[in-house]
């Protein structure tokens, strides 16, 4: 098989509406590789999804009937700790095992310097003073009950995914690339930071310089290899890259991505850019991973710099990651070919298989869908208890949570109701750190904007 070309995987598909009608929602059926996607988890239920929506009488979140809310933090409230208040736009998160049946949750924070409440800046846990990003850390009760909040990481800038370890931290990126200087910073940002969940003084505010400086997005670790993979939310030309980071101590634990590594871009023979690839099962055998000549990226972004006559494979607004099974996950959110990529598409995932070195493209969503159908512009993903993913959507009109079954139908599972707009020009706040509580009894989701943070229960095993 050349590995130029794409082996021959089923036929194209198209989204298909089945229905949508307010509260209801949309029904979305995919055809092709989609069965490959859901390796090694639970069987799927027998019908897509839990039901329609019902409307909520509060006006903040919209479930099936039978599923129930909790509002754990929101954004101005002041924080337990006494540190100050709850910080803006709430992106990236992770749950962790706590103590008698709790939870501990680790929670981004995507400021910029325009940010209207920053992280508060704590002795220890500050990396750059004038940074208004971070996270912070919220301790639950066997009931959901917020026992504990703080900061965990405060100084850093536009904190917006990152992923967990398997020895249980998690690592926030920041997605910029601001120099010292720059908007006031006074220091370089674009770096990863590891963070305990349980103490947050353990890890600091340390750089994880050699993992590299651009515009993080999420990460997803092999927990059999310690390898680290890195996407990058680069949605003007030159896109982003898919990156991996080979640590010196690829045992992991605490402190062990401080030793260094190596960082290295994907390259996809005879694909420049991903959003070419319109075939939804299509895959691409020989994948080859280059050494990033400047990881700091002193002078010149990584995704501008020279990796040789046959260049290095972009994507427009690669986001979530995560490792399922014996393989990375990726997500590309859109391309348009107005923008500059190669051709348009509503949002990607692909699979990589680092013992095949195989890249498949699972599903696309293609350009002639509504936008304002649950389904487009996919960003952060999870796996779901019933065996298939939970899909965080980031487009235009209603904004929601959706699953997606593994025989690929699209169901909305929950709906944003928040109006951060005007009645004549409504409009919704993303939803971001959708992730399950490690006994996958409760979705844990952040609205950005207004930030605020859910817990929510129900019959997720039915």
């Not at 993080?216 to 939310?233: C, K, N, W």
């Not at 710099?305 to 859109?334: M, N």
């Not at 409760?442 to 859910?454: I, Q, R, S």
Request: aromatic share 8%; hydrophobic share 35%; with cysteine.
């Amino acid at each position: 098989m050349s590995e130029t070309q794409p082996s021959s995987g089923t036929s194209a598909t198209r989204r298909q509406v089945l229905a949508r009608t307010g509260a209801l929602g949309a029904g979305i059926a995919f055809t092709g590789a989609i069965s490959e996607l859901f390796a090694g988890t639970a069987a799927a239920h027998g019908k897509a999804g839990y039901g329609p929506l019902v409307p909520d009488p509060d006006g903040l979140l919209d479930l099936p009937k039978g599923f129930r809310y909790k509002v754990l933090s929101r954004e101005g409230d002041a924080l337990l700790s006494g540190e100050g208040k709850v910080p803006s736009n709430h992106d990236g998160m992770a749950a962790f095992k706590g103590r008698h049946g709790g939870t501990h949750l680790v929670r981004n924070h995507e400021n910029r310097v325009t940010a209207k409440i920053a992280v508060p800046t704590v002795a220890g846990l500050t990396y750059d003073p004038m940074g208004k990003g971070g996270c912070t850390a919220l301790t639950l009760d066997s009931r959901n009950n917020v026992t504990g909040e703080r900061v965990a990481i405060a100084g850093t800038a536009v904190n917006c995914a990152g992923g967990p370890t398997p020895w249980g931290t998690w690592l926030t990126c920041e997605e910029t690339e601001d120099k010292a200087g720059t908007n006031g910073y006074t220091k370089d940002h674009g770096f990863i930071f590891e963070v305990d969940p349980v103490d947050p003084r353990r890890s600091g505010a340390v750089p994880l310089t050699a993992m590299g400086r651009f515009q993080h997005e999420a990460i997803a670790v092999d927990p059999r290899r310690g390898v680290v993979y890195e996407t990058e939310d680069a949605f003007q030309k030159p896109f982003g890259l898919f990156y991996r980071f080979l640590p010196e101590k690829p045992e992991g634990g605490l402190g062990s991505l401080r030793a260094g590594g190596r960082l290295q871009a994907m390259r996809v023979p005879g694909v420049p850019d991903l959003s070419s690839v319109q075939e939804t099962g299509a895959s691409f055998d020989g994948i080859e991973w280059v050494d990033v000549p400047d990881p700091l990226a002193a002078q010149t972004p990584i995704r501008l710099q020279d990796f040789g006559p046959k260049g290095i494979t972009h994507a427009q607004k690669l986001e979530g990651c995560y490792w399922g099974g014996r393989s990375v996950y990726f997500v590309s959110s859109f391309a348009k070919s107005a923008e500059g990529s190669a051709a348009d598409h509503y949002g990607q995932i692909w699979r990589y298989d680092p013992s095949s070195r195989r890249l498949t493209l699972v599903i696309v969503f293609g350009p002639d869908s509504d936008l304002q159908l649950p389904g487009e512009e996919p960003d952060n993903i999870c796996l779901a208890p019933s065996g298939g993913l939970m899909v965080a959507e980031d487009g235009e009109g209603a904004q929601h949570v959706y699953g997606l079954t593994r025989r690929g139908e699209v169901y909305p599972m929950a709906r944003g109701r928040q109006n951060i707009g005007t009645p004549e020009k409504p409009e919704w706040g993303e939803f971001a750190g959708v992730t399950f509580s490690p006994d996958e009894d409760t979705m844990f989701v952040n609205c950005y904007t207004p930030g605020t943070t859910f817990a929510v229960t129900g019959p997720w095993h039915r």
